[in-house]
């Protein structure tokens, strides 16, 4: 029987991949990490921070991750963690040479649809070889019968990016690529929002590689930026949290219509170490749902928590500290495996 077996984002969960901030840092500048990461900065790639997180920051983190491998644990769900890597070591290709990132976030290369393991063709270089810290897990599943899939590796070259064009166009067209955590799973729908992270050709390769029994929906002018957990949640059939700040009636999209909305209430500031967050406030929805209508919430976000549990959600808390800092909240530092459910329609 495959251990991957995962249809939404909200069935039962029974495994996952809990990331880890063991050599963590931030890669050398190139085109590729100006455009999707520091786009400010694009007139003057060398004020790039480039280097190791804080040890405090590296260390803090690394304690709240066993923390969330507790609560997981105790709530009887498998944990697994992805291997060490050395990302100071530079990778070369014939187009450009850079070294590593972080494998904090599971979730941002490897997407897990019904039996299916996909690793996605990311749009970072400093990511090119991301897979390779989580090689023995994913052979193991392999061997349990999962469809192991790897996207046709991208070249990334300087033609792919305009780090100086407007938010939403700074990825052109050029070969298929995106990050994983640009899909949503609502069973036999998969949301995927066309951005900075990842082109309309990457849809169209994921439409192929699973087959009719799957509908893509490529989102346009939904979020420009990188990733959808943090602009649309879902949290049991018929629910979702959606961002003000983002979602619409015009952009909401269409076979979604007829869900129930949340709007999630303004939210808490955490902060950010350094002088560039990775992420916005909006991370703080960025939550792990673990079962319909149960979900692992920042602590901190006490507005959303409440209004959560106003509409019926029970909430875990739990802390990131360093989400901001680093680009990531409970939803990206996972990567669900396995999840209690039948493959429907929720349309």
Wanted: charged share 25%.
């Amino acid at each position: 029987m495959s251990l991957v077996d995962v249809h939404t984002e909200w069935d039962p969960l029974e495994e996952i991949v809990v990331g880890t901030m063991a050599g963590a840092r931030v890669p050398v500048p190139d085109r590729s990490l100006v455009a999707v990461e520091y786009p400010e900065k694009a007139d003057d790639p060398q004020r790039i921070p480039s280097g190791p997180y804080p040890g405090h920051v590296v260390e803090q983190t690394e304690a709240e991750l066993e923390e969330l491998v507790e609560i997981l644990t105790g709530l009887g769900v498998k944990v697994r963690r992805p291997g060490g890597r050395d990302h100071k070591s530079m990778v070369s290709t014939p187009d450009w040479s850079t070294d590593g990132f972080y494998d904090y976030c599971p979730r941002d290369g490897f997407l897990t649809v019904g039996t299916s393991l996909i690793e996605s063709p990311m749009v970072l270089r400093s990511r090119w070889l991301e897979g390779f810290a989580y090689k023995d897990l994913f052979v193991e599943y392999l061997e349990s019968g999962a469809r192991w899939l790897s996207a046709p590796k991208p070249r990334l070259t300087d033609d792919l990016y305009e780090p100086t064009a407007p938010p939403g166009e700074r990825l052109r067209d050029l070969e298929p690529v995106f990050d994983a955590a640009n899909v949503l799973r609502f069973g036999t729908d998969l949301l995927y929002q066309v951005s900075d992270s990842g082109n309309k050709m990457g849809a169209r390769w994921l439409q192929a590689a699973l087959g009719d029994r799957y509908t893509v929906h490529a989102c346009e002018g939904l979020y420009t930026s990188t990733h959808i957990d943090s602009t649309i949640v879902p949290l049991r059939p018929g629910l979702v949290l959606v961002n003000p700040a983002r979602v619409n009636e015009d952009n909401m999209p269409d076979f979604l219509r007829g869900w129930d909305r949340i709007v999630c209430p303004e939210l808490v500031d955490t902060g950010f170490v350094g002088d560039h967050p990775k992420s916005s406030v909006w991370i703080g929805m960025n939550f792990l749902v673990v079962a319909p209508g149960k979900a692992v919430v920042d602590k901190r976000q006490v507005g959303l928590i409440r209004e959560l549990e106003r509409h019926g959600v029970e909430v875990i808390p739990a802390q990131l500290t360093h989400s901001r800092t680093l680009g990531g909240g409970f939803h990206c530092v996972t990567l669900d495996v396995r999840r209690k459910g039948e493959l429907a329609t929720f349309r």
